[in-house]
């Protein structure tokens, strides 16, 4: 392996890569029912490398259910295919290794051990069983990268349960990019972050979604409008709208289901 | 104490200390009585070490250790026993088999004849059938309570089941009785001595192991399934599997040390399997720090210790004694006593990166985490 | 390879340790023939030179067993009482050194190492159940001391080391057999917990049995400790046996019986003979319950001896009026007193010279008169059958004629010659 | 014929004791997620509460009657001590509350002992419950049926208790979601220590029942504990419904196993079944949407 290089060069846009053969996720009527309860109700999504997809919608509208579909927690029907893949049906872990990653509403990182601790078991699900068992010598290049990216270098040997919030959310985004995947399925990651930090996280999503297959479940619209290159709107389980901001904040049904409640609200 | 011996040089300090105090100065000190129970408390302290990382790092609650120091126990017991009756009666046959059962030796008796197949079931079989059962549990994703209540169910039809097997297992008798340890004469206190030596040496051994587990990147990774489980699932790990790992080692050293109590001792019977000395296997690792290195050790010895002093003074004492250590120290000091110095200090000091980072006492809520990958369709 | 310090120094130091274990070996077992004499570890570190000598009681005062053998050791502990305010042993006041023995054999054997190494105890007296016993004997056996096991047992065994002064199978299991077959009793149902003192009885019976043409219609064990009988006392009733021989231990009786006699079986229509139902235990099962139910023992309360009347008075005036003397607290007692009497006439209490002197001592117990069978080292005894009256005392409905020698392999019996292969 | 019923009767007896002694625990473990090791020391407790009352009252029949809401109140009591004392401050780690109960109870052993002696006890059953009736034969003691009431009743009241009154309602909008229901004004703290109350008071009445077929010691609450947790394992956490089917099925099986076995390996096979069981249904029987605590 060459020098990784967490961040590519260049910006997403909308359509995601434009050359050569970009990888992409590819969901096909993926259903989830609780009960008799249809929280995701035949939803199609292509999200292509390179775009930077915002997943939006009013609550209850099936947003983290379809991220928790993707990723193997919730059982579901369909087909969600990455780059030729089919990945339904696999376990958890399974389609963690497929490139797959993601983060959580609230940060789950592990509060007892370090911030490099952290990276570097996010970096380490393929390691051979001898690697494992040995002590960890060295940071490796990926893991001092995404230090530097998520800018806790400085806090590299911190517990991670005595971060600021914010910071807890930049190291789960880190974990995502040592752990190589090129899926990121984001479950709103600047929740309670204040005005700074989110700018921050803007840029940095912006950064790392250039050649990655990028999905942020987010609420606040200002955000989306100044980060988002394009916009999924969900509602009762359904995909409602699609296309850029403006096409979506154009359309007549979204503004029927919003009717000025999630489209202003700022939470 | 422990962040006095920080870094490696403190570790290589650690342990020759440790070496010579048991290698050293304990033989030259205590009389052969007393040399005895030491071993005897030496073989629990290494149970102890296999919970403080099952238990301790990797948040699984074992109450079922007995059944692996049970299994190495008892297959010792029957290689000494069938050693002894070809060496002493040289019919082959147990004495006990001849008094309750039919006087045949059983087919699956006969391969701990051989010295060697028995060294190495001691090591396998409580590692296999840990194996085995971790698997089929941490597969299906049974934890926590559930693991605790079954673990302890296994524990109870464990020591049933030796005490119904009377012809073949001694019943409630257990084995007992040896002469000699792998041809050497078990009332020549050299020996005695030197079965005490090697108990030590285990117990050094262990914790060696223990700390590099600990230390390695494995480590880590089975604190963050402590913690999380269900988060380590989206790194593209199996928990099931760092689990599994976690409690074959356990298990190994508890059958390790069930291998050595029964030559130390001399006896093994169902009394000293089943749930209650299961669950009397914790109270040490919990008084002493579940989640440190040298904590559970400690906590093992002393308890031991404090239970054959007192107990015979003061029998209803003690049980009073032994219930209020449980209570007081779980319920108001979960760190255990390694955590007394962090809990009278409470200086702001960094802690050294090579000290053992005393771990909270258990899972942190798993609301907290559930909530976050809990559609929140549902919670409505 | 790069090797650590720490490992380096881990290495060295394992290898330094092996060094000392390896060099702390004793004596390998070359020639089995003399292995077995070799000598034992401690020459015997009993202190006589003083004015006092160091007696062992080990009994459970903690665990299950401690609900009998706490019993035990009162009436031990009153026997050396009287013989300290009579005059001691040899002219030495008895030093008590008690140990708990937790209800765990594993305990009982630590318990006794201690009682002999470090305490140096001339003779030990208790135990109680088969295992405390089996896990006692290669302790006594191997540092060469003196231990008196004060319980009834399942026999088969027989040491040097320990003097049995409980019942033998041939002084309580075969008597019971006997009045049974004399009282017409054609076929029998064996329940038992399942330890080895029911399983080995159960399977002396069986061969009795056998010879004698009673039928076993059933043999049930249930856990030690066990609470549900439905199952068995079905099982009983279904047979319709013409008695219950009842090894049943400690609370499993309360339950037996309660479950017994709510299915309508009493003593008038299934009579059950226990062995482990003393006049201790009557008062938890409920007299209700056992009234009229037999059991076999050598020794009552109600027994009409002056010895007897003697023991039972002292020890409800030194333990209350409320309590209630039964056989092994009678053995117990006895055990005392008969080491005291060997012990005079062997001069010494050396333990060889104990040994030697044993055969022939007797004692006037409460039982009635004890000898010690010096090949075996059991003591005579006399079987009495007894029926539990409505003060939930034991009255004697039938009584060997004579103190019967001990058996304790039934070598004497034709039918149990193939019981130890 | 007669031994089938006789032994049909007897498994569901076993059963009726074992959810007997599993309701309570069913209901502490489901809400709380409090592992109570001390639950059968609160059942030796109602037991030796009947022995107490009966010291007091010489007419069995009067002072049964008397002893179950007696013993109910006792291990009430005692259930609330421990919850304020200790459990309120352990609701985040679950597992530790095993290991302190335990501790719990090894203090209350010793306590019975050290107060009412190593020996068991006699608790008089009264004249009308001596005895049996025949069922085709088959003799069905009145002790067992008596009990098999008495669980049935206490079913009945609890289940009425959760489905009927605000109170109930409380506690299981606590089961289902502790924070929700904390959230929207629910006292948790109050209903904790109703539900610890109401759940160790059955286990009070529970030894109040075992005193007519069993004995009443130190060491009663022993007999019990482990199969009443495996109940509630089998059963599903939280789940009454799943309690009463396995406590039932596992009395028949342990019934099965014993006769055609023995009792040894009957309770061996018992435990090898729900293993296997829970490799099936690791949620056990019934499971409840929340994610307290599986």
Known sequence: ?267 | ?380 | ?421 | MELLIGQMFAGLSLGSVLLLAALGLSLTFGQMGVINMAHGEFMMAGAYTAFVVQQAISDAGVSLLVSIPAGFLVGGVLGLVLEAVLLRRMYHRPLDTLLVTFGVALILQQAARDIFGAPSVDVRAPGWLQGNIELLGAPIPLTRLFILGLSLLCLAGLVLLLKATPLGRRIRAVVLNRDLAETSGVSTRRSDQLTFFIGSGLAGIAGVAVTLIGSTSPYLGTNYIVDAFLVVVAGGIGQIKGAVIAAFALGVLQSVFEYSTTASIGKVLILIVIVVFLQLRPQGIFSLKTRSLA
């Open chain 3, 1 to 421: 390879m790069r090797v650590s310090v720490t490992k380096r120094a881990f290495y060295s130091l394992a290898a330094a340790a092996m060094a000392t274990v390896l060099a702390g070996c004793g004596s390998q077992i070359a020639d089995p023939a003399s292995a077995g004499s070799t000598a034992s570890s401690g020459t015997s570190c009993v202190d006589t030179s003083g004015s006092s000598i160091k007696v062992g009681f080990i009994n459970s005062l903690s665990g299950t067993m401690a609900i009998s053998e706490s019993t035990v050791f009162d009436s031990l502990s009153l026997a050396a009482e009287e013989i300290n305010a009579s005059g001691g042993v040899l002219g030495k006041q008895l030093e008590v050194i008690s140990e708990d023995g937790a209800s765990e054999p594993t305990k009982f054997a630590e318990r006794a190492g201690k009682l002999i190494q470090q305490d140096c105890a001339a003779a030990v007296f208790g135990g109680w159940t088969s295992s405390s016993r089996k896990a006692m004997l290669p302790v006594f056996e191997a540092n060469d001391a003196l231990l008196f096991y004060p319980v009834q047992y399942e026999g088969l065994e027989s040491s040097k080391n320990i003097f049995y002064t409980g019942a033998t199978t041939n002084q309580q299991i075969i008597p019971a057999l006997d009045y049974l077959a004399e009282q017409g009793t054609k076929s029998l149902f064996l329940v038992g917990s399942d330890y080895v003192f029911p399983r080995t009885a159960n399977k002396i019976i069986q061969a009795y049995a056998a010879a004698k043409g009673i039928e076993v219609l059933g043999e049930e064990y249930a856990p030690l400790g066990s609470t549900e009988f439905s199952t068995i006392v079905n099982k009983v009733r279904d047979s319709k046996a013409d008695a219950v021989f009842n090894t049943l231990n400690g609370d499993s009786n309360v339950a037996f019986f309660r479950q017994y006699r709510s299915v309508g079986l009493t003593a008038d229509t299934i009579p059950v003979v226990s062995v482990s139902i003393a006049e201790e235990e009557v008062p938890g099962i409920g007299l209700d319950n056992v009234e009229g139910q037999l059991t076999a023992w050598d020794y009552y309360q109600t027994l009409d001896t002056p010895a007897n009347k003697k023991f039972v008075a002292a020890f409800k005036s030194k333990f209350g009026t409320e309590r209630v003397t039964s056989d092994p607290m009678e053995a117990a007692y006895t055990s005392l007193y008969l080491w005291k009497a060997i012990v005079e006439k062997a001069g010494s209490f050396e333990v060889d010279k104990v040994q030697a002197a044993a055969d022939g001592v007797t004692f006037e117990a409460p039982e009635g008169l004890v000898t010690v069978n010096g090949e075996n080292n059991h003591i005579t005894k006399t079987p009495r059958i007894g029926k539990i009256n409505a003060e939930g005392l034991i009255d004697t409905v039938w009584s060997s004629p004579a103190a019967v020698e001990p058996d304790p392999f039934l070598a004497t019996y034709d039918w149990a010659k193939d019981l130890t292969k």
């Open chain 1, 1 to 267: 392996m060459t020098t990784p290089t967490l961040l590519p060069d260049g910006e997403p846009q909308a359509g995601g890569w434009r050359r050569g053969r970009p990888k992409y996720l590819e969901v096909r009527n993926l259903s989830v029912s609780f009960d008799g309860f249809l929280a995701v109700d035949n939803v199609n999504l292509d999200v292509i490398q390179g775009d930077l997809r915002f997943l939006i919608g009013p609550n209850g509208a099936g947003k983290t259910t379809v991220i928790d579909a993707i990723t193997g927690l919730v059982p579901a029907t369909g087909s969600v295919n990455h780059t030729g893949t089919e990945i339904l049906g696999r376990k958890v872990h399974k389609i963690a290794r497929l490139g797959v990653g993601r983060t959580f509403q609230t940060a789950s990182v592990f509060e007892n051990l370090s911030v490099l601790q952290n990276l570097d078991i996010a970096a380490g699900s393929s390691r051979s069983p001898l690697q494992m068992l040995r002590r960890r010598k060295s940071v490796e290049p990926a893991v001092e990268e995404a230090l530097e990216i998520i800018g806790l270098a400085g806090a590299a040997d911190k517990k991670a349960g005595i971060l600021a919030h914010g910071q807890k959310q930049w190291l789960e985004i880190g974990m995502l990019l040592v752990q190589n995947s090129d899926v990121l399925l984001l479950d709103e990651p600047i929740a309670g972050m204040s005005q700074d930090e989110r700018g921050e996280t803007g840029e940095l999503l912006r950064r790392i979604a250039a050649n990655r297959i990028t999905l942020v479940i987010e609420h606040d619209m200002d955000f989306v409008r100044e980060f988002a290159t394009s916009v999924s709107v969900l509602a009762a389980g359904k995909v409602l709208s699609e296309g850029s901001v403006a096409q979506v904040q154009a359309d007549k049904k979204v503004q029927d289901v919003y009717l000025g409640t999630a489209a202003t609200e700022g939470q």
């Open chain 2, 1 to 380: 104490m422990k962040s006095l011996l920080r870094g490696r040089l403190g570790t290589v300090a650690g342990f020759t200390l440790g070496a010579v105090l048991l290698l050293g100065v304990a033989p030259a000190l205590l009389p052969a009585f007393n040399l005895g129970l030491l071993g005897k408390f030496l073989c629990f302290a290494i149970v102890a070490v296999g919970i403080g990382l099952a238990w301790g790092r990797g948040g699984m609650l074992t109450l079922g250790q007995g059944v692996f120091f049970g299994l190495g126990a008892y297959i010792m017991a029957m290689h000494m026993k069938l050693a002894d009756a070809s060496l002493f009666g040289g019919s082959g046959v147990p004495d006990f088999m001849s008094l309750y059962g039919s006087g045949e030796v059983p087919g699956w008796w006969e391969p701990f004849r051989s010295p060697a197949v028995t060294l190495l079931a001691v090591v396998l079989v409580p590692g296999l059938v840990a194996l085995v059962l971790g698997f089929a549990i941490f597969k299906r994703r049974v934890k926590g309570a559930y693991f605790a209540i079954l673990s302890q169910a296994l524990a109870a039809a464990f020591a049933v089941f030796l005490i119904g097997q009377q012809a073949t297992t001694g019943g409630s008798n257990g084995l007992n009785g040896f002469r000699s340890f792998f041809g050497f004469d078990l009332k020549d206190p050299n020996n005695k001595l030197m079965l005490y030596m090697i108990a030590a040496v285990v117990l050094l051994l262990s914790v060696a192991i223990a700390r590099q587990l600990m230390h390695s990147r494995f480590g880590e990774l089975l604190v963050a399934v402590r913690d999380q489980e269900e988060r380590v699932r989206f790194l593209g790990y199996d928990p099931a599997t760092v689990k599994t790992v976690i409690y074959v080692a356990a298990a190994v050293l508890a059958g390790v040390a069930g291998a050595l109590f029964v030559p130390i001792v001399g006896i093994i019977s169902p009394a000293d399997v089943g749930v209650i000395p299961s669950i009397a296997f914790l109270i040490g690792v919990a008084i002493g720090g579940r989640g440190t290195l040298l904590g559970p050790v400690l906590g093992a010895v002393c308890v031991a210790a404090a239970q054959s002093s007192l107990s015979s003074t003061f029998p209803s004492f003690w049980v009073y004694f032994q219930g209020l250590l449980f209570v007081l120290v779980i319920g108001f000091m979960p760190g255990g006593l390694a955590s007394l110095p962090a809990l009278l200090g409470r200086r702001r000091r960094t802690p050294p990166e090579a000290s053992d980072p005393v771990a909270p006492p258990d899972a942190p809520d798993p609301d907290v985490e559930e909530r976050a990958t809990k559609p929140e369709e549902v919670s409505r």
